[in-house]
């Protein structure tokens, strides 16, 4: 049995090393890992498999930064040679991103089954690219591993029939609870209270004007706000005219490192999909500059508040974490650590 996985962000490697670790376990499995590139910054891709502990990518097709059309035309051509040349059994591919549905597609038209690990997640919002990949590789996915009970109700509504939906669970949770013993203080200056900022969504990093507005309003709440630069900010951050009190700016991070501060930080205030998960498990305050969310179990059940542009909302919510009356949540059902396992057994059971 010989399988494919396609990663090329970061949230695809930390939810393919439990999947791959799983499988690695099963007789007569043969696995091949494609990193696409589509994120080509060391720390955002090579550390990561470093720390994961997983193989390095047996192929990297370096497609690096492109707009949407070019990036997913350049993945399309390189994964068909791949898969020609390799004739799996099956495609697995992460998440939502563009090396997500470019794969999808190219081994559909092989007639090669596509399996998709999390599955059915719904923002309804179609201005998002990360919508588009979703809705195009589940309605092309042969077998659809979802995280929680709304995806397998999304997809049952879009007309999936349900002998193709398995609830797995998250299997990014996965790594967290396997590697959150082994995070590493960064070699930074840190307050005893910190507020972590993360920020990539071009509807929040893209308009000199909001990004402004947003580092603003946080710097005056007089707490350290640690910021891990996105590659897309950096640029846009050098043309903002006005000294931060409080505002630390920093590259990007490790993934212990990060998990190190989402750890031991007062709150985070975010537009990732992943950390509104990961901040779930952690029982830490999660602030979301978005207006909606594909994973909606984090506020439902989770720690997380949409907050989108309301920044009253955003210093009010910061106020109450400081006054100890913010809801922590609780962990969604078969976010246990447990998932990767699950999704090798689903696998292998569907294609034997």
């Not at 951050?237 to 212990?256: C, G, R």
Request: with cysteine; hydrophobic share 40%; aromatic share 6%.
């Amino acid at each position: 049995m010989k399988l494919i996985h396609i990663v090329g962000a970061r949230p695809n490697f930390i939810k393919l090393a439990p999947v791959y670790f799983a499988l690695k376990d099963k007789a007569k499995v043969e696995q091949i890992i494609v990193h696409t590139g589509q994120h080509y910054d060391d720390i955002m891709s090579k550390v990561f498999f470093d720390e994961l502990s997983i193989p390095k990518p047996d192929i990297n097709l370096c497609v690096g930064s492109a707009s949407h059309a070019v990036q997913t035309a350049k993945i399309m051509i390189a994964v068909e040679e791949v898969f020609l040349k390799e004739c799996p059994d099956a495609v697995i591919v992460y998440g939502d991103i563009n090396s997500t549905m470019a794969s999808a597609i190219v081994a559909a038209k092989l007639n090669i089954k596509v399996i998709h690990i999390e599955a059915g997640l719904r923002s309804f919002d179609n201005e998002m690219p990360e919508e588009t990949n979703r809705i195009i590789t589940d309605r092309i996915a042969n077998l659809l591993l979802t995280p929680s009970e709304d995806g397998d109700d999304n997809l049952k509504r879009e007309g999936v029939s349900e002998n193709r939906i398995i609830r797995i669970g998250n299997v990014m949770i996965d790594t967290l609870l396997r590697l959150l013993p082994k995070t590493k203080k960064p070699s930074i200056d840190i307050s005893e209270q910190f507020i972590l900022l993360t920020l990539h969504r071009p509807s929040n990093v893209d308009d000199i004007e909001t990004l402004t507005n947003i580092l603003m309003t946080l710097d005056k709440n007089n707490i350290q706000i640690i910021f891990p630069v996105h590659p897309r900010t950096k640029k846009l951050l050098e043309k903002i005219d006005v000294e931060f009190k409080n505002l630390q700016f920093h590259s990007p991070m490790a993934y212990l490192e990060f998990l190190y501060l989402q750890k031991n930080c007062m709150v985070v205030v975010t537009d990732s999909g992943g950390i509104q998960e990961e901040t779930t498990v952690l029982r830490k305050p999660c602030l979301t500059l978005r207006d909606n969310t594909e994973r909606p179990i984090t506020i439902t059940q989770g720690s997380n508040t949409l907050i989108a542009s309301d920044f009253d909302l955003l210093n009010q919510k910061i106020n109450d974490i400081k006054k100890g009356v913010y809801p922590l949540g609780s962990t969604p059902e078969l976010w246990d650590g447990n998932s990767g396992k699950r999704a090798a057994e689903a696998i292998v059971s569907f294609l034997d």
